[in-house]
């Protein structure tokens, strides 16, 4: 089996590459691209040295898989050319996730919409894969009609240069000030909320928001399904964070709901310690707690959703979805 790893440099594309070796046959043959700035970049898979190739039309060649984690420009440019050649193409950027075409997976949840024919698949935002995780279980027992997410969206999720600004506003100490506008977002992010994640939108609410809304819906199925989003940056380095609260169509109860969590693969419910983005950082499962009733209706269940927005929001799932369709 032949696969490429596309943004092989990357945050996302080092986990990517991390977790192929625990996925795929040794004897895998791998070829690393990224940018013109990266080339020559020498990265190690199964204890062998791989120099990575920039991804120009020139280096393209025959691949089983080609994962994608470069940003929607170069997937919009690159991914049908990947295709061309044969390769089941996992994309991790935004570029073709409202195509309906094309399915939205999250592996555990959807993943029957992908078939030997399914040659472009892609992977949702990093925010909506921890929430619908918690979400689907929770939906096949008493029926989703909305939700109202509220997330807390770790750097790591743009990228390396949002992280090396973090660190150093750290060392800032009490020198960070408020109007500090150096760093890689408008406003200082160490010790700081700033209460909008993304790019804001004619209608108000940014793009990310509205990936929460976009996302949620194609994943789950639920073409109607209410969703009325707020997301913001704060300053921790890796692990989104959404509390959540979701309506249904039948009474809930907060017992049955953590026994359908603890029964559905990849997540688990934590009563002690509340899980924070420190505990999620580097695990594979979604983690759920602070599951309570709702307070007006017998209808709605409040709860708290963290995980690593660089492994199960990304590379994971990728890579989760790579095993799957290799096995086709």
């Known amino acids: 089996m032949k696969i490429a790893i596309i943004g092989a440099t990357g945050l996302v594309g080092r ?9 795929f046959p040794k004897d895998t043959s791998y070829t ?4 013109s700035k990266s080339k020559g970049t020498e990265l190690v898979i199964n204890k062998n040295k791989l120099i990575v190739q920039e991804l120009i039309d020139e280096n393209i ?21 990947f295709i061309e050649h044969g390769a089941y193409v996992i994309d991790n950027s935004s570029a073709f996730r409202h195509d309906d075409e094309v399915p939205l997976v999250v592996y555990g949840i959807n993943e029957e919409t992908i078939n030997s024919n399914t040659k472009l698949i892609a992977n949702p935002n990093c925010t909506t894969m921890g929430l619908v995780m918690a979400l689907k279980p929770l939906h096949d027992k008493f029926n989703l009609k909305s939700i109202t997410p509220v997330a807390y969206q770790a750097v790591s999720g743009s990228g390396t240069q949002a992280v090396d600004s973090l660190s150093k506003e750290i060392e800032m100490g009490d020198d960070l000030k408020e109007d500090y506008a150096d760093g890689f977002y408008p406003r200082p992010i160490a010790k700081n909320v700033i209460p ?27 073409g109607d399904l209410t969703v009325e989003p707020s997301n913001a940056r704060v300053g921790v380095k890796t692990g989104h964070g959404t509390f959540c609260s979701a309506v249904f169509e039948n009474e809930v109860s907060r017992e049955s709901a953590i026994i359908a969590i603890n029964n559905f693969d990849g997540i688990e419910y934590w009563d002690d310690p509340l899980p924070t983005p420190l505990d999620a950082e580097g695990r594979d499962n979604v983690l759920v707690s602070r599951m309570r009733e709702g307070l007006s209706s017998k209808k709605i269940l409040n709860f708290w959703v963290v995980s690593d927005n660089l492994l199960k929001g990304a590379a994971l799932n990728a890579v989760q979805i790579a095993k799957y369709v290799s096995e086709l």
């Not at 986990?15 to 996925?23: Q, T, V």
Request: proline residues 0%.
């Open 15 to 23: 986990k990517i590459i991390n977790l192929s070796e625990e996925y």
């Open 32 to 35: 690393f691209f990224a940018s």
């Open 61 to 81: 060649s025959e691949f089983d898989i080609a994962l994608f984690s470069a940003g929607g420009d170069r997937s919009k440019e690159f991914a049908k050319k």
């Open 196 to 222: 909008v994640a993304g790019n804001l939108l004619e209608n108000g609410y940014s793009d990310e928001e509205m990936k929460f809304v976009n996302e949620s819906r194609k994943i789950l199925s639920i």
